[in-house]
């Protein structure tokens, strides 16, 4: 079952009618509707009435921590039921729905983590701290591994964490109402379904500084400084900021952003990508990119995935991070310390760099 997978609630594409004829033949009812987990933004959701061939825009959004799957029902004149962004064809009255599943899949500094449909979670790789000791988590709805730790959202909103708890970054066991987590190096980061920011952890840099943040709708956690995208589309930082990673505040029509070692990279909604902060690896440098539906920062590399299922990638490749130009057919991305990792369409896994403590056996995995 394909993925299209997005971590954001405010994504806009085109939007309207691309062409009609026969504006005085028939008309047809276009009933349209979604699962839980997202929405349809263009048109919307309902009935819609418009003239006999009619080309009409489709635009799927998941919720955070969701993907878009497929176009179910009256789909014979659908462009792509697999693509989020796709047409309809009104030649008759149909009913289509929309379905999402959850995001699956986190990259830590040394251990990967897989979230199966049924709210279970794998993991392989380095377990020196305990972060692979996941094997009974239950009813999670999204992972975020870091270093040395795993955090996991339930379905109630809790959260649950394993791996080392030095400065209480895994003390999140009376958190509640949480939609969304993020894991830095030192800290953890919780976003509330009303758009606050929760955190706990090592906040020296002040990354934890986040209790006024307000309208947040996706969260970010670096090495030491924590990012969050506002609802109007620009972007917040706290923490360290000796490169200027926390340099944000003048982005605007940002989409969804992501904190790396010393460097945030953020997703424009026409495709594009801007980037601050550290750069001696050139993992900064996306000025050229286009057609971005989805970015991932490493330690020292950024990815971005294409709409089209192929995947660019920036910075620092001694292990081999960045060599991911081959890949096809990815539908989600995630980012280790020095390792990539991508979903499939078919929901199975890949994975290139580092891989000493097996953090990228992960071609066995089917997120099904």
Not at 258 to 265: D, E, I, L
């Amino acid at each position: 079952m394909r993925r299209i997978c997005v971590l954001l609630v405010t994504v806009t594409f085109l939007a309207g009618i691309v062409g009609c004829s026969g504006n005085d033949g028939e008309s047809f009812d276009l009933i349209i509707s979604s699962t839980a987990g997202g929405s349809v933004i263009t048109p919307g959701e309902g009935t819609f009435t418009y003239n006999e061939i009619t080309v009409v825009n489709l635009a799927a959004t998941p919720n955070l921590g969701y993907c878009f799957v497929n176009w179910t029902g009256d789909v014979s004149t659908v462009g792509n039921v697999d693509a989020a962004n796709t047409i309809i064809t009104t030649d008759d009255d149909y009913s289509i729905t929309a379905n999402f599943g959850p995001a699956t899949v986190s990259a830590g500094r040394y251990h990967t983590v897989g979230l199966e449909t049924d709210g279970t979670v794998v993991a392989v790789g380095w377990n020196e701290y305990g972060q692979c000791d996941i094997d009974g988590w239950t009813g999670i709805i999204q992972v975020a591994a870091a270093s040395f730790h795993t955090v996991g959202v339930a379905v109630n909103g809790t959260v649950v964490a394993a791996g080392d708890n030095e400065y209480g970054k895994c003390n999140v066991g009376d958190w509640t109402d949480i939609i969304q987590a993020a894991a830095g190096i030192s800290h953890t980061v919780g976003l509330e379904s009303d758009g606050t920011v929760v955190a706990a952890g090592y906040n020296d840099y002040g990354q934890c500084e986040v209790g006024n943040w307000t309208n947040i709708v996706q969260i970010s956690a670096g090495y030491q400084h924590t990012a969050g995208l506002s609802s109007d589309g620009t972007v917040v930082a706290v923490g360290r900021n000796q490169y200027g990673q926390c340099n944000v505040g003048n982005w605007t029509d940002i989409i969804h952003v992501s904190a790396g070692a010393m460097h945030t990279v953020g997703l424009k909604s026409d495709g594009t990508v801007v980037a601050m902060g550290y750069d001696m690896h050139e993992e900064c440098d996306v000025g050229d990119w286009t057609d971005i539906i989805q970015i991932a920062t490493g330690y020292y590399h950024t990815v971005g995935l294409k709409s089209d299922g192929t995947v660019v990638a920036a910075g620092w490749n001694d292990y081999a991070q960045c060599d991911i130009s081959d890949w096809m057919d990815i539908v989600w991305m995630a980012t280790g310390y020095e390792h990539t990792v991508g979903i499939k369409s078919d929901d199975t896994v890949v994975a290139a760099g580092h891989n000493d403590y097996g953090q990228c056996e992960v071609g066995s995995w089917d997120l099904s």
